[in-house]
């Protein structure tokens, strides 16, 4: 039952991997990766990464702005 993943199995795997972290008190990890199509794996190495060059400039530019 995933009534609050509406949207989200259209969208981009980042966006899919933000919903499992906001919503791992809610469901398994495994279920939801099942059902969002993406790996478990993925989504723990994407937990740990750290942020891009890209990623850490558009933050500066979206704070400044």
């Known amino acids: ?3 609050k ?3 989200v199995l259209r969208k ?3 966006v899919k991997y933000v919903w499992i972290h ?3 008190s809610v469901f398994p990890v ?3 990766c099942r059902v969002l199509e993406v790996s478990r ?7 740990t990464r750290r942020p ?3 990623q850490v400039c558009y933050a500066l530019l979206t704070d400044a702005v």
Not at 41 to 47: E, G, H, L, Q, T
């Open 1 to 3: 039952y995933l009534k």
């Open 5 to 7: 993943g509406n949207g």
């Open 12 to 14: 981009g795997h980042c």
């Open 22 to 24: 906001n919503s791992v």
């Open 30 to 32: 495994a279920i939801m």
């Open 41 to 47: 794996s993925v989504f723990y190495a994407w937990r």
């Open 52 to 54: 891009s060059a890209r």
